[in-house]
Protein backbone atom coordinates (compact mmCIF):
# COMPACT_ATOMS: atom_id res chain seq x y z
CA UNK A 1 0.00 0.00 0.00
CA UNK A 2 1.11 3.51 -0.95
CA UNK A 3 2.63 5.43 2.19
CA UNK A 4 1.76 9.05 0.12
CA UNK A 5 -0.53 10.83 2.39
CA UNK A 6 -3.33 11.58 -1.01
CA UNK A 7 -3.09 7.62 -1.24
CA UNK A 8 -4.08 7.21 2.71
CA UNK A 9 -7.41 7.58 2.04
CA UNK A 10 -10.34 6.41 -0.11
CA UNK A 11 -10.22 7.61 -3.90
CA UNK A 12 -12.24 10.65 -4.66
CA UNK A 13 -12.77 9.29 -8.06
CA UNK A 14 -12.31 4.88 -8.79
CA UNK A 15 -12.62 4.01 -12.37
CA UNK A 16 -12.75 0.32 -13.36
CA UNK A 17 -12.94 -0.82 -17.18
CA UNK A 18 -14.47 1.76 -18.41
CA UNK A 19 -16.07 1.74 -21.86
CA UNK A 20 -17.96 4.39 -23.91
CA UNK A 21 -19.46 3.59 -27.35
CA UNK A 22 -21.55 5.57 -29.69
CA UNK A 23 -23.82 4.32 -32.29
CA UNK A 24 -23.84 6.55 -35.43
CA UNK A 25 -24.62 5.73 -38.55
CA UNK A 26 -25.29 2.05 -38.42
CA UNK A 27 -21.37 1.68 -36.69
CA UNK A 28 -20.16 1.48 -33.02
CA UNK A 29 -17.62 4.03 -32.25
CA UNK A 30 -15.36 2.80 -29.41
CA UNK A 31 -14.49 5.94 -27.98
CA UNK A 32 -13.18 4.86 -24.32
CA UNK A 33 -11.95 1.00 -24.48
CA UNK A 34 -11.00 -0.14 -20.65
CA UNK A 35 -10.03 2.99 -19.02
CA UNK A 36 -9.22 2.13 -15.18
CA UNK A 37 -8.56 5.09 -13.02
CA UNK A 38 -7.86 6.37 -9.43
CA UNK A 39 -7.83 10.34 -7.88
CA UNK A 40 -7.10 10.76 -4.81
CA UNK A 41 -8.56 13.21 -2.58
CA UNK A 42 -6.74 16.59 -3.21
CA UNK A 43 -5.16 15.38 -6.40
CA UNK A 44 -4.41 16.82 -9.84
CA UNK A 45 -4.84 14.49 -12.37
CA UNK A 46 -4.22 15.36 -16.12
CA UNK A 47 -5.84 12.96 -18.95
CA UNK A 48 -3.51 13.89 -21.95
CA UNK A 49 -3.31 13.17 -25.92
CA UNK A 50 -4.47 13.82 -29.06
CA UNK A 51 -8.14 14.68 -30.27
CA UNK A 52 -9.77 11.33 -30.52
CA UNK A 53 -8.04 9.34 -27.90
CA UNK A 54 -11.05 9.41 -25.34
CA UNK A 55 -10.38 12.04 -22.49
CA UNK A 56 -13.08 14.29 -22.99
CA UNK A 57 -15.25 11.41 -23.23
CA UNK A 58 -14.22 9.74 -20.21
CA UNK A 59 -14.55 12.95 -18.05
CA UNK A 60 -17.93 13.13 -19.12
CA UNK A 61 -18.83 9.95 -18.79
CA UNK A 62 -17.75 10.89 -14.76
CA UNK A 63 -21.19 12.93 -14.71
CA UNK A 64 -22.90 10.95 -17.58
CA UNK A 65 -22.91 13.48 -19.33
CA UNK A 66 -23.61 11.61 -22.73
CA UNK A 67 -26.79 11.31 -24.22
CA UNK A 68 -28.31 8.18 -22.96
CA UNK A 69 -30.55 7.20 -26.13
CA UNK A 70 -27.33 6.48 -28.10
CA UNK A 71 -24.42 5.68 -25.48
CA UNK A 72 -23.79 2.76 -23.83
CA UNK A 73 -21.31 2.98 -21.11
CA UNK A 74 -20.24 -0.35 -19.12
CA UNK A 75 -17.77 -0.53 -16.32
CA UNK A 76 -17.62 0.95 -12.94
CA UNK A 77 -17.45 4.90 -11.63
CA UNK A 78 -16.96 5.85 -8.03
CA UNK A 79 -17.25 9.27 -7.32
CA UNK A 80 -16.95 10.33 -3.44
CA UNK A 81 -18.22 6.71 -2.96
CA UNK A 82 -21.14 6.65 -5.18
CA UNK A 83 -21.76 4.26 -7.92
CA UNK A 84 -22.13 6.84 -10.95
CA UNK A 85 -23.82 4.45 -13.32
CA UNK A 86 -26.21 3.29 -10.60
CA UNK A 87 -27.80 6.69 -9.62
CA UNK A 88 -31.47 7.41 -9.99
CA UNK A 89 -32.23 11.07 -12.47
CA UNK A 90 -32.58 12.71 -8.36
CA UNK A 91 -29.53 11.84 -7.30
CA UNK A 92 -27.39 12.40 -10.28
CA UNK A 93 -28.80 15.51 -10.13
CA UNK A 94 -27.82 16.26 -6.85
CA UNK A 95 -24.04 15.06 -7.60
CA UNK A 96 -23.77 17.41 -10.50
CA UNK A 97 -22.06 20.42 -9.13
CA UNK A 98 -22.92 19.74 -5.55
CA UNK A 99 -20.16 16.60 -5.31
CA UNK A 100 -18.72 17.01 -8.99
CA UNK A 101 -18.63 20.21 -11.15
CA UNK A 102 -17.57 20.58 -14.64
CA UNK A 103 -15.39 23.43 -16.28
CA UNK A 104 -16.33 23.52 -20.40
CA UNK A 105 -13.32 24.81 -23.03
CA UNK A 106 -15.83 27.45 -24.65
CA UNK A 107 -17.89 29.09 -21.66
CA UNK A 108 -19.78 31.14 -24.38
CA UNK A 109 -21.62 28.16 -25.19
CA UNK A 110 -21.38 26.62 -21.99
CA UNK A 111 -23.15 29.89 -19.89
CA UNK A 112 -26.64 30.47 -20.82
CA UNK A 113 -26.43 34.20 -22.85
CA UNK A 114 -29.98 34.90 -21.32
CA UNK A 115 -29.02 35.33 -17.84
CA UNK A 116 -26.65 37.35 -16.30
CA UNK A 117 -23.43 35.29 -14.75
CA UNK A 118 -24.89 36.78 -10.83
CA UNK A 119 -28.26 35.05 -12.16
CA UNK A 120 -26.62 31.61 -13.32
CA UNK A 121 -24.43 31.46 -10.03
CA UNK A 122 -27.05 31.92 -7.52
CA UNK A 123 -29.24 29.69 -9.46
CA UNK A 124 -26.37 26.54 -8.90
CA UNK A 125 -26.18 27.52 -5.36
CA UNK A 126 -30.01 27.38 -4.60
CA UNK A 127 -29.97 24.70 -6.13
CA UNK A 128 -27.65 22.96 -3.85
CA UNK A 129 -27.47 24.75 -0.65
CA UNK A 130 -30.61 25.74 1.44
CA UNK A 131 -30.10 29.43 1.82
CA UNK A 132 -31.86 33.11 0.34
CA UNK A 133 -31.77 34.47 -2.84
CA UNK A 134 -30.12 37.33 -1.08
CA UNK A 135 -27.70 34.94 0.30
CA UNK A 136 -26.88 33.50 -2.47
CA UNK A 137 -26.25 36.88 -4.33
CA UNK A 138 -23.80 37.24 -1.39
CA UNK A 139 -22.03 33.97 -2.37
CA UNK A 140 -21.79 34.23 -5.56
CA UNK A 141 -20.37 37.75 -5.18
CA UNK A 142 -17.55 35.68 -2.87
CA UNK A 143 -17.14 33.10 -5.48
CA UNK A 144 -16.66 35.70 -8.25
CA UNK A 145 -13.82 37.22 -5.91
CA UNK A 146 -11.81 34.01 -5.05
CA UNK A 147 -11.14 33.94 -9.02
CA UNK A 148 -9.41 37.02 -8.95
CA UNK A 149 -12.17 38.50 -11.41
CA UNK A 150 -11.97 43.10 -10.80
CA UNK A 151 -14.85 44.61 -10.16
CA UNK A 152 -16.90 41.38 -9.05
CA UNK A 153 -20.16 43.25 -8.13
CA UNK A 154 -19.81 44.96 -11.16
CA UNK A 155 -19.86 41.07 -13.19
CA UNK A 156 -22.43 40.05 -11.15
CA UNK A 157 -25.09 42.05 -13.61
CA UNK A 158 -23.00 41.43 -16.84
CA UNK A 159 -24.18 38.33 -19.56
CA UNK A 160 -21.65 35.74 -20.54
CA UNK A 161 -20.81 37.94 -24.35
CA UNK A 162 -20.25 41.43 -22.39
CA UNK A 163 -16.93 39.51 -20.97
CA UNK A 164 -13.60 38.42 -22.22
CA UNK A 165 -12.44 35.14 -22.91
CA UNK A 166 -10.12 34.82 -20.00
CA UNK A 167 -13.18 36.52 -17.49
CA UNK A 168 -15.51 34.21 -19.27
CA UNK A 169 -13.08 31.24 -18.11
CA UNK A 170 -12.89 32.31 -14.58
CA UNK A 171 -16.97 33.02 -14.44
CA UNK A 172 -17.32 29.43 -15.51
CA UNK A 173 -14.82 28.45 -12.68
CA UNK A 174 -16.88 30.61 -9.88
CA UNK A 175 -20.08 28.82 -11.04
CA UNK A 176 -18.61 25.49 -10.92
CA UNK A 177 -17.14 25.65 -7.61
CA UNK A 178 -20.28 27.76 -6.20
CA UNK A 179 -21.63 24.26 -4.83
CA UNK A 180 -18.88 23.46 -3.13
CA UNK A 181 -18.03 20.52 -5.20
CA UNK A 182 -15.36 18.48 -3.50
CA UNK A 183 -14.41 17.35 -7.39
CA UNK A 184 -13.09 19.65 -10.16
CA UNK A 185 -13.51 18.18 -13.98
CA UNK A 186 -12.13 20.64 -16.53
CA UNK A 187 -12.17 19.82 -20.09
CA UNK A 188 -9.90 21.73 -22.03
CA UNK A 189 -10.51 25.05 -20.17
CA UNK A 190 -7.43 27.21 -21.39
CA UNK A 191 -7.53 25.79 -25.35
CA UNK A 192 -9.46 28.66 -26.48
CA UNK A 193 -7.28 31.31 -24.30
CA UNK A 194 -4.46 33.52 -25.88
CA UNK A 195 -0.85 32.59 -24.06
CA UNK A 196 -0.64 35.19 -21.14
CA UNK A 197 -4.33 34.35 -20.17
CA UNK A 198 -4.00 30.34 -20.15
CA UNK A 199 -0.67 30.30 -17.77
CA UNK A 200 -3.18 32.63 -16.06
CA UNK A 201 -6.02 30.33 -15.75
CA UNK A 202 -3.92 27.84 -14.79
CA UNK A 203 -2.53 28.89 -11.88
CA UNK A 204 -5.86 30.07 -10.61
CA UNK A 205 -6.66 26.45 -11.09
CA UNK A 206 -3.84 25.37 -8.99
CA UNK A 207 -4.13 27.81 -6.22
CA UNK A 208 -7.75 27.51 -5.87
CA UNK A 209 -7.15 23.47 -5.78
CA UNK A 210 -4.88 23.74 -3.22
CA UNK A 211 -6.72 26.38 -1.19
CA UNK A 212 -10.00 24.16 -1.38
CA UNK A 213 -8.40 20.80 -1.30
CA UNK A 214 -10.07 20.11 -4.59
CA UNK A 215 -9.31 16.86 -6.45
CA UNK A 216 -9.11 17.80 -10.06
CA UNK A 217 -8.98 15.62 -13.65
CA UNK A 218 -7.75 18.08 -16.22
CA UNK A 219 -8.27 17.11 -19.86
CA UNK A 220 -5.50 18.73 -22.20
CA UNK A 221 -3.64 17.79 -25.18
CA UNK A 222 -0.87 20.28 -24.23
CA UNK A 223 2.00 18.78 -21.76
CA UNK A 224 3.06 22.22 -20.46
CA UNK A 225 -0.46 22.77 -19.45
CA UNK A 226 -0.29 18.95 -17.69
CA UNK A 227 2.96 20.15 -16.04
CA UNK A 228 1.71 23.23 -14.61
CA UNK A 229 -1.25 21.61 -13.01
CA UNK A 230 -0.73 18.00 -12.02
CA UNK A 231 0.81 15.92 -9.66
CA UNK A 232 0.21 13.11 -12.01
CA UNK A 233 -0.81 12.21 -15.41
CA UNK A 234 -2.16 9.71 -17.45
CA UNK A 235 -1.71 9.50 -21.49
CA UNK A 236 -4.66 8.27 -23.41
CA UNK A 237 -4.51 7.30 -27.15
CA UNK A 238 -7.19 5.02 -29.04
CA UNK A 239 -9.67 5.18 -25.90
CA UNK A 240 -7.16 3.62 -23.57
CA UNK A 241 -4.28 4.68 -21.23
CA UNK A 242 -1.08 3.49 -22.25
CA UNK A 243 1.17 5.17 -19.73
CA UNK A 244 0.73 6.85 -16.34
CA UNK A 245 2.72 8.37 -13.41
CA UNK A 246 3.71 11.18 -11.44
CA UNK A 247 4.35 14.34 -13.76
CA UNK A 248 8.20 14.35 -12.91
CA UNK A 249 8.72 10.74 -13.84
CA UNK A 250 7.04 10.54 -17.14
CA UNK A 251 8.83 14.01 -18.33
CA UNK A 252 12.19 12.48 -16.90
CA UNK A 253 11.26 8.89 -17.73
CA UNK A 254 8.82 8.18 -20.26
CA UNK A 255 8.52 4.46 -21.69
CA UNK A 256 5.72 4.09 -23.75
CA UNK A 257 6.68 4.76 -27.61
CA UNK A 258 3.77 7.34 -27.90
CA UNK A 259 4.19 9.70 -24.52
CA UNK A 260 7.88 9.39 -26.12
CA UNK A 261 6.67 10.99 -29.26
CA UNK A 262 4.86 13.49 -27.85
CA UNK A 263 7.30 14.93 -25.60
CA UNK A 264 9.48 14.82 -28.32
CA UNK A 265 6.97 17.01 -30.25
CA UNK A 266 6.87 20.01 -27.89
CA UNK A 267 8.45 23.00 -29.08
CA UNK A 268 9.68 24.05 -25.67
CA UNK A 269 13.75 23.82 -25.66
CA UNK A 270 14.18 23.94 -29.56
CA UNK A 271 16.82 25.87 -31.25
CA UNK A 272 15.59 28.32 -33.53
CA UNK A 273 15.05 26.92 -37.07
CA UNK A 274 15.25 23.19 -35.70
CA UNK A 275 11.72 21.54 -37.10
CA UNK A 276 9.05 19.71 -34.93
CA UNK A 277 9.02 16.12 -34.26
CA UNK A 278 5.99 14.92 -35.82
CA UNK A 279 4.19 11.68 -35.16
CA UNK A 280 3.58 9.84 -38.58
CA UNK A 281 0.73 8.38 -40.26
CA UNK A 282 -3.10 8.57 -38.43
CA UNK A 283 -5.07 7.78 -35.40
CA UNK A 284 -6.98 4.01 -34.93
CA UNK A 285 -10.77 4.31 -36.75
CA UNK A 286 -12.57 4.16 -33.46
CA UNK A 287 -15.17 1.69 -35.48
CA UNK A 288 -12.56 -0.74 -36.85
CA UNK A 289 -10.02 -1.00 -33.80
CA UNK A 290 -7.03 -3.36 -34.02
CA UNK A 291 -6.88 -6.37 -32.13
CA UNK A 292 -3.75 -5.02 -30.62
CA UNK A 293 -2.04 -1.95 -29.43
CA UNK A 294 -3.87 0.82 -30.86
CA UNK A 295 -0.77 2.69 -31.29
CA UNK A 296 1.33 0.06 -33.08
CA UNK A 297 0.52 0.66 -37.11
CA UNK A 298 2.02 4.04 -36.39
CA UNK A 299 5.07 2.93 -33.98
CA UNK A 300 8.79 2.82 -35.47
CA UNK A 301 9.03 0.15 -32.68
CA UNK A 302 6.45 -2.19 -33.15
CA UNK A 303 6.89 -5.66 -33.59
CA UNK A 304 4.36 -8.68 -34.31
CA UNK A 305 3.47 -9.27 -30.92
CA UNK A 306 2.13 -5.70 -30.73
CA UNK A 307 -0.28 -6.51 -33.46
CA UNK A 308 -2.20 -9.92 -32.09
CA UNK A 309 -3.31 -9.04 -28.36
CA UNK A 310 -3.91 -5.55 -26.01
CA UNK A 311 -0.70 -5.25 -24.15
CA UNK A 312 -1.05 -5.37 -19.97
CA UNK A 313 -0.31 -2.35 -17.84
CA UNK A 314 3.39 -2.99 -16.00
CA UNK A 315 4.11 -1.33 -12.91
CA UNK A 316 7.10 -0.16 -12.73
CA UNK A 317 7.27 1.43 -9.10
CA UNK A 318 5.74 5.09 -7.59
CA UNK A 319 2.77 4.87 -9.33
CA UNK A 320 3.82 4.33 -13.42
CA UNK A 321 2.75 1.94 -15.04
CA UNK A 322 3.08 1.43 -19.09
CA UNK A 323 1.32 -1.19 -21.33
CA UNK A 324 3.83 -1.88 -23.89
CA UNK A 325 5.27 -5.62 -24.92
CA UNK A 326 8.55 -4.18 -25.00
CA UNK A 327 8.43 -2.70 -21.43
CA UNK A 328 8.57 -5.42 -19.21
CA UNK A 329 11.58 -4.32 -16.20
CA UNK A 330 11.99 -0.97 -14.15
CA UNK A 331 14.90 -0.15 -15.76
CA UNK A 332 15.49 3.48 -16.86
CA UNK A 333 14.39 3.87 -20.29
CA UNK A 334 16.92 4.46 -23.19
CA UNK A 335 14.87 7.03 -24.90
CA UNK A 336 14.45 10.03 -22.49
CA UNK A 337 12.51 12.95 -24.51
Known amino acids: MSTDPLHSHPPAVSVRDLRVSFASGGKTIQAVNGVSLEVAPGEAVALIGESGSGKSVTLRALMRLHPPRRTTISGEIQVDGQSVLDLDKRALARLRGGTVAMVFQEPLLALDPVYTVGQQIVECIRTHRRVSTSEARALALKALESVRI ?24 ALAL ?145 SCVRVTTPAASECVA
Do not use: W
Open 150 to 173: PSPERRLAAYPHEMSGGMRQRAMI
Open 178 to 322: SAQPRILLADEPTTALDATVQIQVLILLRELQRELGLSIIFVTHDIGAAVEIADRVAVMYGGRIVEEGPIRTLMRDARHPYTIALLQSRQHGMGRGERLATIGGAPPDLAALPPGCTFAPRCAQASAACLSAIPKAVSLGNGHRV
